[in-house]
């Protein structure tokens, strides 16, 4: 697994959990629609701080919440 496939699975589970589609989120965090499906289908492979603070703030959510999963803490993620 790499990096922007574990942060990719976190957001689709999160957005599916609010019930919110990406471009819900992205209004939502004040992010661009191409900056969110950029993400989404992996065309950005590491993600700035800054984005990752207003998705986590356009989900009601601190950054070290959004980071906090199974996927970020325990797989050795491959070089991309």
Request: hydrophobic fraction near 40%; charged fraction near 30%; charge should be neutral.
């Amino acid at each position: 697994m790499t990096y922007s496939d574990a942060i990719i699975k976190r957001l689709t589970e999160l957005c599916i959990k609010r019930g919110i589609t990406t471009n819900k989120l992205a209004t939502l965090s004040g992010i661009t629609q191409s900056t969110v499906e950029n993400l989404m289908k992996g065309k950005t492979k590491n993600p700035k701080l800054k984005t990752l603070h207003k998705l986590a703030v356009g989900l009601d959510m601190t950054v070290s919440e959004l980071l906090d999963f199974p996927e970020m803490n325990e797989v050795a993620f491959e070089d991309e």
